[in-house]
T-cell receptor, first 116, second 112 residues
Framework: GAVVSQHPSRVICKSGTSVKIECRSLDFQATTMFWYRQFPKKSLMLMATSNEGSKATYEQGVEKDKFLINHASLTLSTLTVTSAHPEDSSFYIC????????????FGDGTRLSIL | QKEVEQNSGPLSVPEGAIASLNCTYSDRGSQSFFWYRQYSGKSPELIMSIYSNGDKEDGRFTAQLNKASQYVSLLIRDSQPSDSATYLCAVNGGPGGFKTIFGAGTRLFVKA
């Protein structure tokens, strides 16, 4: 149980392109989903918390206009990297949590984004 | 002081030995504690959850929690080279236990 699917797994695109990443909870409903970014050999960095039916909460220093998050249903959240540039190249990982306090986060397989 | 602290390592142990990974946390009201394993280039995978003081065993893994000392640990018995990964400690706290704080992780190397 508690499977999170993330798609696509890898994206290579030109600078200026917008890229959408999907995160789905397959066998549970997730009121809250999370988006992380991770550089090689570095720690997970929380970018934003995505709440179903409301605006995402962004961490300090994360540009909300650059990283658009939509959580339209209890099983789907999307992250759109708008007008991506080489410095946006990173490993993006989503996670979802079963509704209720005290529950662990379950992670998708991640998306490796490379901007040329 | 970081909210969740782990020794970054690397921790190197020989195959077959016990690997001991430690984590301390600052929020005394924390109620839920988790260990994740992350292989290089992959996303984290939940391997243990623990909610009450004491030990919890699952196969070769044992999680230990001491809320009075604000300390949680993970023991890996009979370590295998395939256990080589970064291990992340995560703590749920705050109102309702909805806030999760991750440690920076400890890199473990198991030598064959």
């Amino acid at each position: 149980g508690a499977v999170v699917s993330q798609h696509p797994s890898r994206v290579i695109c030109k600078s200026g392109t917008s890229v959408k990443i999907e995160c789905r909870s397959l066998d549970f409903q997730a009121t809250t989903m999370f988006w992380y970014r991770q550089f090689p050999k570095k720690s997970l960095m929380l970018m934003a918390t995505s709440n179903e039916g409301s605006k995402a909460t962004y961490e300090q220093g994360v540009e909300k206009d650059k990283f658009l998050i939509n959580h339209a249903s209890l099983t789907l959240s999307t992250l759109t990297v708008t007008s991506a540039h080489p410095e946006d190249s990173s490993f993006y990982i989503c996670s979802a949590r079963v509704t209720g306090g005290g529950q662990p986060q379950h992670f998708g397989d991640g998306t490796r984004l490379s901007i040329l | 002081q970081k909210e969740v602290e782990q020794n970054s390592g690397p921790l190197s142990v020989p195959e077959g030995a016990i690997a001991s990974l430690n984590c301390t946390y600052s929020d005394r009201g924390s109620q839920s504690f988790f260990w994740y394993r992350q292989y290089s280039g992959k996303s984290p995978e939940l391997i243990m959850s623990i909610y009450s003081n004491g030990d919890k065993e699952d196969g070769r893994f044992t999680a230990q929690l001491n809320k009075a000392s604000q300390y949680v640990s993970l023991l890996i018995r009979d370590s295998q080279p395939s256990d080589s990964a970064t291990y992340l400690c995560a703590v749920n706290g705050g109102p309702g236990g909805f806030k999760t704080i991750f440690g920076a992780g400890t890199r473990l190397f198991v030598k064959a």
